[in-house]
């Protein structure tokens, strides 16, 4: 790994603790008040969804740029040049550090086995990318799974803050961080495995070794069948929302019209 690697992962670990303990809680406390009544386990945790929030919206962006603009990555997936991809990885790489180190130091509150193994599993992988540049595409076409995020902490935000359910705010939220899900993590499995499957064989899928290939593939189903698991339980938490909001609705209205009826007692 290059020394200008290193310096960017450890700046993004730096960064995003700083990011955690100094810059959340004085923006969030001007934000909204609600982050004021919050005990102090809501707080640690609101404090680290804000920096999920930003370590996704910087890497899924470069992430889109990397696959717009690389042609060198686009033209070879497994050996083209990882410049650009190896930096967005870097900054990942500090970020799951960072998360790992948070995990455990609040392990009864925040402490999650589904987190940790995704972010084992991701480590593992991408430091194959970092130590030899190998998989640039098909580590930087991962990272798109990021963009689903900020959706599902803004529906944490929402739920911490006693949002109603039928909100409408909640409800849009809840619809589109099902469809990003969905887009970002489960729909691009056929295509991504398709590249996959395409290199097995060929001389640069030989170059790898057995150790990359492996590490390479298993952190892929891993992380597939994670995904598969949450798509799975953010469906329902969106069904719930929607025949809530619609519950709620039909309450109204049969409200509305109760009152209109009464009145309409009285005037007869």
Same mark, same amino acid.
């Given at each position: 790994m290059e020394m200008r690697e290193l310096t960017?992962?450890?700046?993004s670990?730096?960064?995003?603790?700083?990011? +955690?303990?100094?810059?959340?809680p004085l923006l969030s406390s001007v934000l909204t008040k609600g982050y004021g009544r919050l005990p102090? *386990?809501?707080? &640690?945790?609101?404090?680290?969804?804000t920096v999920s929030t930003v370590h996704a919206l910087i890497v899924g962006l470069f992430c889109l740029y990397i696959l717009r603009y690389d042609d060198a990555v686009n033209a070879d997936p497994v050996w083209g040049d990882p410049n650009l991809v190896k !930096? &967005?990885?870097?900054? *990942? #790489?500090g970020y799951l550090l960072y998360d790992l180190v948070l995990l455990a130091c609040n392990w009864s509150t925040m402490g999650d086995s589904f987190f940790v #193994?995704?972010?084992?599993?991701?480590? +593992?992988?991408?430091?194959f990318v970092l130590s030899r540049g190998v998989l640039p595409y098909f580590a930087n076409f991962r990272l798109i799974s990021e963009l689903s995020t900020p959706f599902v902490n803004q529906r944490w935000f929402y739920e911490i803050l006693h949002y109603p359910r039928s909100d409408r705010l909640v409800v849009a939220n809840g619809v589109a961080m099902t469809v990003v899900f969905f887009l970002v993590r489960i729909a691009v499995m056929p295509s991504y495995w398709e590249s996959v499957f395409a290199t097995f064989g060929t001389?640069?899928?030989?170059?790898?070794? !057995?150790?990359?290939?492996?590490?390479?593939? *298993? $952190? #892929?189903? #891993?992380? /597939?069948?994670? &995904? *598969?698991?949450w798509m799975y339980k953010i469906t329902r938490g969106c069904y719930r929302v929607l025949t809530g909001?619609?519950? $709620?609705?039909?309450?109204?209205?049969? @409200? /509305?019209? @109760?009152?209109?009826?009464?009145?309409?007692?009285?005037? /007869?």
């Amino acid at each position: 790994m290059e020394m200008r690697e290193l310096t960017v992962m450890a700046g993004s670990f730096v960064g995003f603790q700083l990011l +955690y303990s100094v810059v959340s809680p004085l923006l969030s406390s001007v934000l909204t008040k609600g982050y004021g009544r919050l005990p102090p *386990t809501k707080l &640690n945790e609101w404090n680290s969804r804000t920096v999920s929030t930003v370590h996704a919206l910087i890497v899924g962006l470069f992430c889109l740029y990397i696959l717009r603009y690389d042609d060198a990555v686009n033209a070879d997936p497994v050996w083209g040049d990882p410049n650009l991809v190896k !930096l &967005n990885v870097a900054i *990942t #790489c500090g970020y799951l550090l960072y998360d790992l180190v948070l995990l455990a130091c609040n392990w009864s509150t925040m402490g999650d086995s589904f987190f940790v #193994c995704h972010h084992l599993a991701a480590l +593992y992988a991408y430091g194959f990318v970092l130590s030899r540049g190998v998989l640039p595409y098909f580590a930087n076409f991962r990272l798109i799974s990021e963009l689903s995020t900020p959706f599902v902490n803004q529906r944490w935000f929402y739920e911490i803050l006693h949002y109603p359910r039928s909100d409408r705010l909640v409800v849009a939220n809840g619809v589109a961080m099902t469809v990003v899900f969905f887009l970002v993590r489960i729909a691009v499995m056929p295509s991504y495995w398709e590249s996959v499957f395409a290199t097995f064989g060929t001389p640069a899928f030989e170059r790898l070794g !057995l150790a990359a290939q492996v590490a390479w593939i *298993t $952190s #892929c189903i #891993c992380l /597939d069948v994670l &995904n *598969t698991v949450w798509m799975y339980k953010i469906t329902r938490g969106c069904y719930r929302v929607l025949t809530g909001a619609r519950k $709620s609705k039909a309450k109204a209205s049969n @409200g /509305d019209g @109760g009152k209109q009826a009464h009145m309409n007692n009285h005037t /007869d």
